[in-house]
Every structure is written in C-alpha cells, then in structure tokens.
Nanobody
Framework: QVQLVESGGGLVQSGGSLRLSCAAS????????LGWFRQAPGKEREFVAS????????YSTNSVKDRFTISRDNTKNTVYLQMNNLKPEDTAVYYC????????????WGQGTQVTVSS
C-alpha cells in the first residue's frame, strides 16, 4: 500500500522558517515527479513546487521560488520543502503528492500538514 506522510507543519511567526518532510512508503518514488501543494481556507488547492527524478525543480511563483526550496532524498524516499521568510498568506494545509511515471498526473497524495503563520 502506497502512503505519503507529511510532517513538520506548525505555528510560526511571520518571517520564520519551517521544513516540511514527506516520507513515501510502499514503493520507490525515485523516478517520479514529487510535488507540494497547499490549500488555504476557502480557497482551492494550488501548486507550490515540484521536483523531478534528477532534482530539477519548478516553483509556482517568484515569491515562492525566492523563499521556498524543494529537495529530495531518494535513498530515504522523502521530499522536503524548506520554507523561509514565511508570511501570513502562506497559511494553509500543505500536501505532498507523487506523479505516476510519465503521466504528468499526481496520483498519490498525502493527508496534509497544517502551516499557520501569525503576523
């Protein structure tokens, strides 16, 4: 059974940092694109960042790119999201996801971890 389990969320003051982790189990995701999404209250889930098998990363906006860093450790089957200089508008539930190889579609999803940034 494939599982993605996020951790590392919490409450942080504006300007602070958090590091989210997403550990995959049930199969190897070394060749899968892995991504982070977030959903703020009353809003749709949105793409944050992704990383492919060779660690080439993509970010949703320049603001995210300047403050967040996505990385992966294939030996641990884990993807990370380092978030610096957090802002109240970053408050959301953050989800990790994995694409099926070659599909371009995120098939596997974690349960989410709450990130709350206070002003």
């Amino acid at each position: 059974q494939v599982q993605l389990v996020e951790s590392g969320g919490g409450l942080v003051q504006s300007g602070g940092s958090l590091r989210l982790s997403c550990a995959a189990s049930g199969r190897s995701f070394s060749y899968n694109v892995l991504g982070w999404f977030r959903q703020a209250p009353g809003k749709e889930r949105e793409f944050v960042a992704s990383i492919n098998w060779s660690s080439i990363s993509t970010y949703s906006t320049n603001s995210v790119k300047d403050r967040f860093t996505i990385s992966r450790d294939n030996t641990k089957n884990t993807v990370y999201l380092q978030m610096n200089n957090l802002k109240p508008e970053d408050t959301a539930v953050y989800y990790c996801a994995a694409q099926s190889v070659g599909s371009g579609t995120y098939r596997y999803w974690g349960q989410g971890t709450q990130v709350t940034v206070s002003s």
